[in-house]
């Protein structure tokens, strides 16, 4: 490719397309209420603004690759105490968002021809990445009726199928389905995966504290701990902290790959800032209690947007258990990428559901405020009611 290729469109992210779109439209007078970010709508709690301030006082130099001591350590101190796990300072690696160390991730493991099992609905970012290294998604459909959550028997077919499995990717609460995954599931899953000891397992728990029901939050590494030697759980201060623009987010797992995961940070951008990280500390150290005072936002948003949407017929939507998106299913099947171009003229910005795997879908944030999210899926409503 030379240097002045266009990049590959199937590489670009169809979430910051579609708000680009909607930022236009706004920029030329029009009002649209963009429902496409994943994005927290509230800032940093002020401590961690504090913490910032104070941190700009002092030299931001250089820092190690695999995270600031401190910052490994709060790390650390946060599994233990919300996940139960211990976790070794050599298993911990920070980076510029739980992107980037996906990324660093996969490209320290996949050669050309390896495959990593994607379930879908996923993460836009999943397949792209896993392509951006030479490898395959493998992807494998999930359904309304299961909850949208990977089954056991979906696995076990996926890896039979496979001919180079490398990952398997795990994401609960899924961006876009918002589906928590039971112990029941995480065992079965586990049981499956003891047959394919070369596989690695990506536990993306980017939104583990953004949940709507008081049980207690489940992952792979502390259900099935015979595991956890191919585990990399995968979490950042991006979505609980409402710090997206930061960019710190960490990889948990063995130690041999958090060490080739570090090699990787260390050529491509060394470290993230300095001045984020100790921001960091302070979001994993300070108080908690703003966790469930947001959840209870979301979790009235999500309800009040539900309310809208069910009283359509031409709309199935599932309630999400956790993040904060709704994925309804339009009804009878459309073309969801020219809906949501003609959504965008009825004043309303969402997703096609096709960037998550998910055609006749679409995906709407609730990570905005209750006045403009209701409005938007009442266009969204009106609209679905004027089409044939
Ligand atoms: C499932 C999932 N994983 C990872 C990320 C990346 O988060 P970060 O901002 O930490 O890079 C996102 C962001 O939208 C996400 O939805």
């Known amino acids: 490719m030379s240097p002045a290729a266009a990049p590959n469109r199937a590489l670009q992210s169809p979430i910051l397309m579609m708000a680009k779109r909607a930022a236009a439209?706004?920029?030329?007078?029009?009002d649209v209420i963009d429902l496409t970010l994943g994005?927290?709508?509230?800032?940093?709690?002020?401590?961690v603004l504090d913490a910032a301030r104070q941190a700009l006082g002092s030299r931001l130099a250089y820092s190690p690759s695999n995270g600031i001591e401190p910052l490994r350590r709060?790390?650390?101190?946060?599994?233990?105490?919300?996940?139960?796990?211990?976790?070794?300072?050599?298993?911990?690696?920070?980076?510029?968002?739980?992107?980037?160390?996906?990324?660093?991730?996969?490209?320290?493991?996949?050669?050309?021809?390896?495959?990593v099992i994607v379930p879908a609905p996923y993460w836009a970012s999943?397949?792209?990445?896993?392509?951006?290294?030479?490898?395959?998604?493998?992807?494998l459909p999930?359904?309304?009726?299961?909850g949208f959550r990977l089954t056991a028997e979906h696995l076990a077919a996926g890896l039979r199928l496979a001919k180079s499995p490398k990952w398997v990717v795990l994401n609960a609460p899924g961006n876009p389905s918002g589906s928590l995954y039971s112990e029941r599931d995480l065992q079965a899953l586990a049981e499956v995966l003891r047959q394919y000891p070369e596989v690695l397992v990506l536990s993306d728990d980017i939104y583990a504290e953004i949940r709507y029901n008081a049980k207690p939050y489940l992952t792979l590494a502390?259900?099935?701990?015979?595991?956890?030697?191919?585990?990399?759980?995968?979490?950042?201060?991006?979505?609980?902290?409402?710090?997206?623009?930061?960019?710190?987010?960490?990889?948990?797992g063995p130690a041999s790959l958090i060490s080739a995961m570090t090699t990787v940070q260390s050529q491509n951008c060394t470290q993230t800032s300095t001045l984020s990280q100790l921001a960091?500390?302070?979001?994993?150290?300070?108080?908690?209690e703003f966790l469930a005072e947001r959840n209870a936002i979301y979790r009235q948003r999500r309800d009040a947007a539900l309310?809208?949407?069910?009283?359509?017929?031409?709309?199935?939507?599932?309630c999400p258990e956790g993040a904060f998106y709704l994925l309804p299913q339009i009804k009878p099947k459309i073309d969801d990428q020219a809906l949501a171009l003609e959504l965008l003229y009825a004043g309303v910005a969402t997703v096609p559901g096709s960037a998550f795997g998910m055609p006749g879908y679409l995906r709407l944030s609730f990570a905005t405020d209750e006045a403009s999210l209701v409005e938007g899926c009442t266009r969204l409503v009106r609209a679905l009611g004027t089409r044939s």
Not at 25 to 30: H, I, K, Y
Not at 224 to 243: F, Q, T
């Open 280 to 288: 960091a500390v302070a979001a994993l150290e300070g108080p908690q």
């Open 307 to 318: 309310r809208v949407l069910r009283a359509c017929d031409k709309i199935n939507v599932s």
């Open 74 to 115: 709060a790390i650390r101190m946060r599994l233990k105490k919300d996940r139960g796990l211990d976790v070794d300072d050599d298993q911990v690696t920070v980076g510029c968002g739980a992107k980037q160390i996906i990324f660093n991730a996969l490209q320290a493991t996949l050669k050309p021809g390896d495959e």
């Open 25 to 30: 439209l706004r920029a030329e007078g029009r």
């Open 142 to 146: 999930t359904c309304a009726a299961e």
């Open 222 to 252: 502390s259900v099935a701990p015979d595991l956890a030697e191919r585990i990399l759980l995968v979490d950042g201060v991006s979505k609980a902290y409402a710090m997206t623009g930061w960019r710190v987010g960490w990889g948990c």
């Open 126 to 139: 999943y397949p792209a990445m896993i392509s951006l290294c030479g490898a395959q998604p493998l992807i």
């Open 39 to 47: 994005e927290p709508d509230f800032n940093a709690p002020e401590h």
